[in-house]
């Protein structure tokens, strides 16, 4: 299984303001995915992120509000820009398979919260 | 449109009786299907998981059963115990270059000493 470490672990901002978090994994892998937890809710996938290329956005998740990006096969980062109070949520990356059979590890989360 | 469906918020059961999570899907696409536990400020961690061509898979005190039919999944904990008590999530994919994944809205299981 793979090793995944977030920073930070968590953070307190304010209003208008933006978050990058870092996602470090111990071996390369090929997908990275950005999860996102609202409170309460269950985990929301926000973009897939393959290195060299540009993210792929699930419907709801716009670049200009969460940019990502992938500079190389163990590494990831995901902004959170602009902030307001409702991007109050715990944010997971993850290393995934690319055949069944093959398991989803995440990371520890960021917890954020936007006054 | 929810795909994958946890209907029971909260579960509690006492020590040493069987936990029993359900977890229901709609996407008869969907062909693997994995089991997380959640503890508060920490990622899910990998319970168990199970493809779509068996119909049950066994790790210690967890049995996952896949009824495709019925587009219904298990979980079941034997002999549940007080450290099992977390938020399960029931998580799917399906086929294609990247697999992500699909989850319920989670069952908190308390485990009563």
């Known amino acids: 299984s793979a090793v995944i470490s977030q920073k930070p672990s968590r953070d307190i901002c304010q209003r208008g303001t933006s978050l990058t978090i870092q996602c470090q994994v111990d071996?390369?892998?090929?997908?990275m995915f950005w999860y996102r937890q609202q409170p309460g809710q269950s985990l929301t996938l926000i973009a897939t992120?393959?290195?060299?290329?540009?993210?792929?956005?699930e419907s709801g998740f716009v670049i200009d509000k969460f940019p990502i990006s992938r500079p190389n096969l163990t590494f990831s980062t995901l902004t959170v820009s602009n902030m307001s109070p409702e991007d109050s949520s715990i944010y997971l990356c993850?290393?995934?398979?690319?055949?069944?059979?093959?398991?989803?590890?995440f990371g520890p989360g960021t917890r954020l919260l936007v006054l | 449109d929810q795909q994958v469906k946890q209907n029971s918020p909260s579960l509690s059961v006492q020590e040493g009786r069987i936990s029993i999570l359900n977890c229901d899907y709609t996407?008869?696409?969907?062909?693997?299907f994995l089991w997380y536990k959640k503890y508060p400020a920490e990622g899910p961690t990998f319970l168990i998981s199970?493809?779509?061509?068996?119909d049950k898979n066994e790790d210690g005190r967890f049995t996952v059963f896949l009824n495709k039919s019925a587009k219904h999944l298990s979980l079941h904990i034997v002999p549940s115990q007080p450290g099992d008590s977390a938020v399960y999530f029931c998580?799917?994919?399906?086929?294609?270059?990247?697999?992500?994944?699909?989850f319920g809205s989670g069952t908190q299981l308390t485990v009563l000493p």
């Open positions: 992120a393959n290195q060299g290329s540009e993210a792929t956005y």
């Open positions: 071996s390369q892998v090929t997908m």
């Open positions: 996407n008869s696409m969907f062909d693997y």
């Open positions: 998580a799917a994919s399906e086929p294609g270059s990247a697999r992500q994944l699909t």
């Open positions: 993850s290393v995934g398979p690319t055949t069944a059979g093959e398991t989803q590890y």
């Open positions: 199970i493809s779509s061509i068996k």
